[in-house]
């Protein structure tokens, strides 16, 4: 059943679940402070290894689940901003704008090599939306 929750949930929109990374995340404390209870550190070598493997298997779920779905987007989709389809953790950490960074640093950035930007965030829209609320405010 929570498979199906979890397939429904990652295709209703472009950005990874944050329902989904919300949860592995709270899962994978929890399995950590799980372990850390019952064995303390020094002796978490001797945990069972069910009770040791469950955490790795849930980071490795939480990082496959929160990675970009870009490459798995139809191709009207595709040119979204990297904002728009990044995840919980990617808007967390910024990781959304590393490959522009890792760009800047073997060269100048130029126009082509910027993302093209939403119409959300253009300067029109930008424009028009402060001019609206500058008017709403009044004299």
């Known amino acids: 059943m929570a498979g199906l929750l979890i397939s429904l949930e990652l295709r209703r929109t472009v950005r990874p679940s944050t329902f989904v990374t919300s949860y592995l995340l709270a ?11 019952n064995y303390g550190l020094p002796e978490i070598k001797n945990a069972n290894l069910e009770l040791a493997l469950r955490p790795c298997a849930t980071f490795v779920l939480l ?9 798995a987007l139809r191709d009207k989709y595709r040119d979204l901003p990297p904002e728009a389809t ?6 967390l950490l910024l990781w959304w704008i590393t490959p522009i960074l890792l760009i800047g640093r073997s ?16 300067a029109a829209n930008l424009s028009a939306r402060t001019q609206a609320m500058w008017n709403e405010r009044g004299p």
Do not use: M, T, Y
């Open 27 to 37: 899962r994978l404390l929890s399995d950590l402070g799980g372990l850390w209870s």
């Open 63 to 71: 990082v496959v689940f929160a990675q970009n779905k870009r490459l």
């Open 86 to 91: 990044a995840g919980l953790l990617s808007r």
């Open 107 to 122: 060269k100048i950035l130029s126009l082509p090599d910027l993302p093209n930007l939403g119409k959300s965030a253009s």
